[in-house]
């Protein structure tokens, strides 16, 4: 990613429900002073987005003096995409992200996500449209295959129209369609794409560890690294890669501290970084009806995906369902923290 001006190729994925300003912000919190890593948005559909509003609608929300930040377009027409583009410039992004994974039904329905994945043609398309508009890098997230099994020839092909379109990067989550989220990721696909492609191709795909990420980049030669859930357990994921790769800078606040490693001190910061979580779903969604009932859904589900992490990460989430405001929810979660010996587990299979 350096020919892109990136020093630190890890970044965070988008992750619908867990990819808003205050998880983002909560990252930023644990990311080491001057290290500049990206953060995806959740997916925005390109269909809405030219009537929302930029300061109001929830998902479009950016903290004040965001940057590095990447929204993820979800989409096909040109006619959309544009004035997408066009809008979320006002809120500087780093750059734009097009879909072209996601499986769910809804965002098959319009041949977007990862059906575009069936159309080489129209998928360079589609890049070429996001580039004819946007002033900043464009890159693709794609599947390592568009049905059940990987395809290291079809990828490929397809990741060379995508280049010749002008795409600026890609990140391919190594695994195909069929497996969804589950199951072991294959990064060695991802390094054969990057061998034959001159942009950087950047491997997803349960990377858990700060070792796994180094790892990806150091044995798989792929362009980066890109963390989806592990990041919801351990959001100071960029603060242990820092320091594994020797760099010399820690979070704002915490110039005095190393970053948490044993699985007594990742629950106890998981515990701090939660009840900071609260905070900041507070801060940053603190308006309109029903807004106590949206955050503490956020937080709800932030909890489930982060739970397979902990030795007792249903009991924790368990607390979560049982909060019916912030408040309560900081109680709960203060109280189990300082009565229940948590761990964290290394990585889960
Ligand atoms: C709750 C959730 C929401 C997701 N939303 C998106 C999304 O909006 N866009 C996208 O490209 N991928 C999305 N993904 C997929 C992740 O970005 C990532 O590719 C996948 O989880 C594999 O990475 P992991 O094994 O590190 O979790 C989502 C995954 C999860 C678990």
């Known amino acids: 990613m350096k020919s892109l001006g990136l020093s630190f190729p890890f970044m965070i994925a988008p992750m619908v429900g867990i990819s808003h300003v205050a998880f983002r912000d909560l990252i930023r919190t644990y990311t080491p002073q001057g290290v500049d890593a990206l953060r995806f948005t959740e997916m925005l559909s390109t269909r809405k987005l030219p009537s929302e509003r930029l300061h109001s609608t929830r998902e479009l929300k950016v903290s004040s003096g965001e940057t590095h930040f990447v929204p993820q377009l979800l989409g096909n027409e040109e006619s959309f995409i544009a004035p997408s583009v066009k809008k979320l410039m006002e809120i500087s992004p780093w750059g734009f992200d097009i879909n072209m994974g996601c499986p769910q039904s809804h965002v098959l329905r319009h041949n977007w996500g990862v059906r575009l994945m069936g159309d080489i043609n129209y998928a360079a398309d589609v ?6 508009h946007s002033p900043v890098p464009v890159s693709v997230k794609l599947r390592g295959g568009a049905d059940k099994d990987l395809d290291l020839n079809y990828l490929k092909d397809f990741t060379s129209a995508l280049e010749s379109a002008g795409a600026d990067w890609l990140t391919i989550h190594a695994r195909p369609k069929a497996a969804k989220h589950e199951g072991p990721a294959n990064w060695d696909i991802v390094g054969e794409v990057a061998a034959v492609r001159k942009i950087p191709v950047v491997a997803n795909g349960d990377i858990q ?3 796994d990420a180094i790892r990806i980049i150091k044995n798989y030669g792929c362009g980066g690294a890109m963390i989806a ?3 919801t357990a351990r959001p100071w994921i960029f603060w242990q890669i820092a320091e594994d790769l020797g760099i010399d800078a820690k979070p704002d606040g915490r110039e005095s501290d190393r970053a948490p490693r044993t699985p007594k001190e990742e629950a106890q910061e998981f515990y701090r970084a939660f009840l900071r979580l609260i905070d900041l779903v507070e801060f940053y969604f603190a308006e309109g009806d029903g807004i106590e009932e949206y955050g ?4 709800r589900f932030y909890a489930a995906t982060a739970a397979r992490w902990f030795m ?5 989430w368990r607390l979560t369902t049982k909060s ?5 929810m900081r109680e709960r979660i203060s109280h189990y923290a300082s009565t229940t010996e948590q761990e964290m587990i290394y990585r889960i299979s």
Not at 296 to 299: D, G, R, S
Not at 324 to 328: A, D, I, T, V, Y
């Open 127 to 132: 890049v070429r449209m996001v580039k004819r």
């Open 296 to 299: 503490l859904q956020k937080l």
């Open 209 to 211: 560890t700060a070792e």
């Open 324 to 328: 019916k405001s912030f408040g309560e």
């Open 312 to 316: 007792f990460g249903h009991s924790f």
């Open 229 to 231: 859930r592990a990041a």
